[in-house]
Nanobody
Framework: QVQLVESGGGSVQSGGSLRLSCAIS????????MGWIRQGSGAREAIAVT??????SYGQSVKGRFTISYDNARNTLYLEMNNLKPEDTATYYC????????????????????RGQGTQVTVSS
């Protein structure tokens, strides 16, 4: 059974940084799609995704500020968030799949089979 546990959320001021981690257990990935999805006051958004072919993709709202990475040896997904803005306030979920699906191909936030419980990020102005 694949389990994902996020950590690293918190409260920061505008312009600050946070690093989210997602510890994954229950599966060793060879082919994969992994990503970070957020749900704030607006629509659910897959803001950053990465796959086993070495591709990464970002939503326009976070491009240039956020960086996604996956440490295969630790089986841990990360999201480095810099220059945070109040509009980044949301619950952040990590997601994973054992193949490259629409979460990666189209950043579809609803094409998710495995997802964590979420971690809250609050950015104050």
């Amino acid at each position: 059974q694949v389990q994902l546990v996020e950590s690293g959320g918190g409260s920061v001021q505008s312009g600050g940084s946070l690093r989210l981690s997602c510890a994954i257990s229950g599966h060793t990935f060879s082919s994969y799609c992994m990503g970070w999805i957020r749900q704030g006051s607006g629509a659910r958004e897959a803001i950053a995704v990465t796959d086993s072919d070495g591709r990464s993709s970002y939503g326009q709202s976070v491009k240039g500020r956020f960086t996604i990475s996956y440490d295969n040896a630790r089986n841990t997904l990360y999201l480095e968030m810099n220059n945070l803005k109040p509009e980044d306030t949301a619950t952040y979920y990590c997601a994973a799949e054992t193949y490259i699906n629409n979460l990666c191909q189209g950043r579809n936030p609803y094409d998710v089979r495995y997802r964590g419980q979420g971690t809250q990020v609050t950015v104050s102005s």
